[in-house]
T-cell receptor, first 112, second 112 residues
Framework: SQTIHQWPATLVQPVGSPLSLECTVE??????LYWYRQAAGRGLQLLFY??????ISSEVPQNLSASRPQDRQFILSSKKLLLSDSGFYLC???????????FGNGTRLTVT | DAKTTQPTSMDCAEGRAANLPCNHS???????VYWYRQIHSQGPQYIIH???NNETNEMASLIITEDRKSSTLILPHATLRDTAVYYC?????????????FGKGTKLSVIP
């Protein structure tokens, strides 16, 4: 089966601290990978997507960045968190043009 | 990707069919309609997708109008566990399909 691992499940970080969220995918090669953010009571906002190793496209300018060091690994980072970075961060994968997105269980980030 | 419009919320009695509408009047010929749902504090779950023919799987049925400008997701016998936010999105194939945008969805409440 194809599985998406995200960790940690919850995270509380102070303003100005760095961030690193990791997503790994099992059971598929060369997936398209995505990072979404969901603020409280709102829909999903696409942050980054990647079609291959080292290839990152950014959808929203902000203080976050993404990297894909390996085929099945997608990392979301920040050097200095802002209060507005709080939210539910979701990693997703897609294996082909017309295949659906499949999501991980997410990381709930609270910046204090 | 074409924009979708969904009602903010709906109620459905347990055991009855839940019919969730989605308008996508600007859909283009190669764009698929996808449905997802999100139960509180979890990642979205893929339900079903289609291009122009009606589709059915173990979770739901998808009815797409002949002009493809709207669709309806049908949960044939709603249970309390179907209470969730349901998202309808449209997406094409090829390079432009990497950008997948979710709106605010429909909050479905299944009532005992």
């Amino acid at each position: 089966s194809q599985t998406i691992h995200q960790w940690p499940a919850t995270l509380v970080q102070p303003v100005g601290s760095p961030l690193s969220l990791e997503c790994t995918v099992e059971g598929t090669s060369n997936p398209n990978l995505y990072w979404y953010r969901q603020a409280a009571g709102r829909g999903l906002q696409l942050l980054f997507y990647s079609v291959g190793i080292g290839q990152i496209s950014s959808e929203v300018p902000q203080n976050l960045s993404a990297s894909r060091p390996q085929d099945r690994q997608f990392i979301l980072s920040s050097k200095k968190l802002l209060l507005s970075d709080s939210g539910f961060y979701l990693c997703a994968r897609r294996t082909g043009d017309n295949s659906p997105l499949h999501f991980g269980n997410g990381t709930r980030l609270t910046v204090t | 990707d074409a924009k979708t419009t969904q009602p903010t919320s709906m109620d459905c009695a347990e055991g009855r069919a839940a019919n969730l509408p989605c308008n996508h009047s600007t859909i283009s010929g190669n764009e698929y309609v996808y449905w997802y749902r999100q139960i509180h504090s979890q990642g979205p779950q893929y339900i079903i997708h289609g291009l122009k023919n009606n589709e059915t799987n173990e979770m739901a049925s998808l009815i797409i109008t002949e002009d493809r400008k709207s669709s309806t997701l049908i949960l044939p016998h709603a249970t309390l566990r179907d209470t969730a936010v349901y998202y309808c999105i449209v997406r094409g194939s090829g390079a432009g399909s990497y950008q997948l945008t979710f709106g605010k969805g429909t909050k479905l409440s299944v009532i005992p």
